[in-house]
């Protein structure tokens, strides 16, 4: 049976590095990796995510290397990423409950969702790319978050970096609306790498200005009183796993977050970083 690993990715912008090092990972140890989007729609990079000359606001610095710019500007621009799957045509929508007939339509919708089960059987973990794109279009993502929900059932690890940390947060079920990550230690884009300006998004000249939200506050409820956000300000890494998350804050954590998916899925991984 093939090794398979499902990345989602937004139509809105990705961060390369934070594709590329889950990629190598998967690419150096014999998993395949298959790509998805909320549409269908090719993902694209963050121009800045390619350019080793830009410097990051908050840190004052460059997060992308040289190297890293060459590899991910070619995994960008190769066919792997041309035909992705669509969350859309996978999976079904939510009925409102204004809708008429909603009974019946909600009796259908869970039936659809049963499919899934068999549907993520092939895969042996999910990982969520980071980067601004998924603020608008995975965040609060209903299939995406029906999906989250089927990979937990099912045991199955999920990676998450940066702002797809966001998407554990609200990934929940209906009947009881907590969080998934409620009691876990997750980490995530941190306030002090927030944007004060110049959010963006690709395929818009829209420029949000800050994020719409501070990831930290919001992880930092979601996880409880129980659980635990960490930040790890002021170290060059932030990778936690708490299975079956395994949760990156930003750029720098996107290869160690690829390497701990593989120590997890071949040894048994199940603690690290906190």
Known sequence: MSKKILFILSEYGYWGEE???PVVACDENGYQAVFATATGKRPQALPPSLDPGYVDPPLGRSVTTPEVAVAATALDGSSRLDNPLSLTAWIPDRPYFS???YLRKIEAYYRDLGAIETDIEQYDAMVIVGGSGPIVDLANNGRLHELI???VEADKPIVAECYGVTCLAFARNWDDRRSIIDGKHVTGHCKEYDYKDGTGFIG??????PPPYPLEYV??????PTGRYHGNVGRETSV???YPFITARSTPDSFLAGRKMV????????KFGW
């Open 219 to 224: 992880l930092q409820d979601a996880t409880g």
């Open 263 to 270: 120590e997890v899925l071949e040894k048994g991984l199940r």
């Open 149 to 151: 929900l089927a990979f």
């Open 240 to 242: 936690l796993v708490d």
């Open 99 to 101: 809708e008429p007939d």
């Open 204 to 209: 818009t000249d829209f420029n949000m200005g």
């Open 19 to 21: 594709l590329l090092g």
